[in-house]
């Protein structure tokens, strides 16, 4: 039975009913900040995180890149990774990947039945201790483990949900720890500082591990070292042990990494954005650290695979021509920060109007005004969450920004879609471009695939 993601096989009901149960448990924005459910979970299915070496990754951004990255090179190198990452796009499939494809509906529900009964006696002892349940993540993280050994894998690529100390992937012990770069997200669990939302998140550093890192700020870095010393593991450093640059190119960007242990020259990444060179250059030297401990190059043919097969699923990815439609995932500033350079650098757009629905926990004026000098008008909609910012809460901060002329109300995504490819249509260079939220991004995915803006390949 094939394992591609839109395989309608006889297993898609009680694929949905697998997330449906998963989304009775309490959702991934309440993250329980503790290990012990979910190393007694593991324990109990036999330990199934032990059965591969893991990466993983943490970060505030970039972390999806990366670790799509990352499976790509090694899957190039010949090898079958399991990649979990979060959240989904469109289904809950794409969250686990095995051999760079998501996890067939068949296999979704055998591993799901399997876990079943070790997650109940789990949750009846957490009960029976006036604690909450495992958490729907939680839960995942364990689904994921136990799918990956079920495959089997030959290593699994982990990104972190949250922080990463208490996360519930931090029950495996990575023998590399990836680290994208670290900036102000989710405060009100992390830390008001990037030095403390640094700490939490380098503790997904293991003894005598490798780490590699992005560039950081010196107050990120200080943690990240530190972290490093006291598990004498390595620390490899972005622009000072390894570094890249890049020139724009036809569909993509043309890639001269220099790792911690080869060059790699004129590698042809179809992927936009000078924050996605800075992924991959990390990616290539948290590759080389897992085959060869940073001493081994890589193979250029490797490499040049790796980065041409690599995709990035809403990250800057065209939905729609004529007109052209972009989505990108951005959801915080410094990921709209790295939109807007991204738009003035790759694309020549005359025009661009924007569609945004941002949540209601996020620094929506932050997002709004990093975007501001690249954007001709704001629509503004709701993000398809229970979480969604009101549409007149968001508008106001739009304006505020921008100024009223520039900013249209929309309060259902269809007519903000709508309005949007209208107002450009007749623009020789002009763009959609939708941020502000995955759930938002995810659903014009959707609408884009089932509308047939884009002719398929």
Do not use: C
């Not at 958490?135 to 949250?162: I, K, N, R, S």
Request: hydrophobic residues 45%; proline residues 5%.
């Amino acid at each position: 039975m094939s394992d591609a993601f839109d395989d309608l096989d006889d297993y898609r009901d009680e694929a949905e009913q697998v997330v449906f149960e998963l989304q009775e448990r309490l959702g991934e924005v309440s993250p329980q900040p503790r290990l012990e459910p979910v190393r007694k979970a593991v324990e109990l299915l036999g330990d199934p995180h032990r059965a591969y070496p893991v990466i993983q990754i943490a970060g505030t951004n970039g972390k999806t890149s990366t670790s799509r990255l990352i499976d790509s090179l090694l899957r190039a190198h010949g090898l079958r990774p399991g990649l979990l990452t979060s959240p989904h796009l469109v289904r809950f499939n794409e969250r686990i990947l095995i051999d760079g494809v998501p996890i067939s509906d068949e296999r979704l529900v055998a591993n799901w039945r399997d876990i079943e009964p070790y997650l109940a006696i789990v949750d009846r002892d957490l009960e029976a201790a006036g604690e909450l349940p495992l958490t729907y993540f939680e839960a995942m993280v364990v689904l994921a483990f136990a799918a990956f050994a079920d495959a089997p894998v030959d290593v699994a690529v982990v990104e972190v949900g949250m922080g990463g100390e208490w996360d519930a992937t931090n029950v495996a012990d990575a023998q590399v720890a990836v680290f994208t770069p670290i900036a102000l997200d989710h405060q009100e669990r992390l830390g008001n500082t990037i030095a403390e939302i640094a700490r939490t998140k380098a503790g997904i550093i293991k003894p005598i591990a490798s780490v590699v890192t992005a560039a950081q700020t010196d107050e990120a870095l200080a943690e990240l070292r530190r972290a490093a010393e006291l598990s004498e593991a390595t620390l490899a450093v972005e622009g000072v042990d390894f570094n890249g640059s890049t020139a724009v190119g036809v569909g993509g960007q043309l890639l001269d990494v220099t790792g911690l242990a080869g060059r790699y020259a004129d590698a042809f990444l179809p992927l936009y954005g000078d924050h996605q060179a800075h992924n991959a250059t990390l990616a290539v030297a948290a590759v080389e650290s897992f085959l060869g401990g940073g001493g081994t190059a890589l193979d250029q043919d490797v490499v040049a695979e790796g980065f041409a097969t690599a995709t990035s699923p809403g990250r800057l990815q065209l939905v729609g021509i004529e007109p052209t439609v972009l989505v990108d995932a951005a959801h915080n500033p410094h990921g709209a920060e790295s939109l807007a350079a991204a738009l003035r650098t790759y694309f020549h757009f005359e025009r661009i109007v924007a569609v945004v629905g941002v949540l209601r926990d996020k620094d929506a004026e932050g997002m709004i005004r990093a975007l501001e000098p690249v954007v001709d008008e704001f629509v503004v909609t709701f993000a398809p969450s229970e979480r969604t910012s009101e549409v007149d809460d968001l508008a106001a901060i739009a304006v505020q920004v921008a100024g009223a002329d520039r900013v249209r109300i929309e309060p259902t995504i269809s007519k903000a879609l709508e309005v949007a490819r209208d107002e450009i249509r007749d623009v020789a260079k002009g763009a959609v471009v939708v941020f502000g939220s995955i759930t938002l991004v995810g659903r014009v995915i959707e609408t884009a695939a089932e509308e047939g803006w884009k002719p398929s390949t």
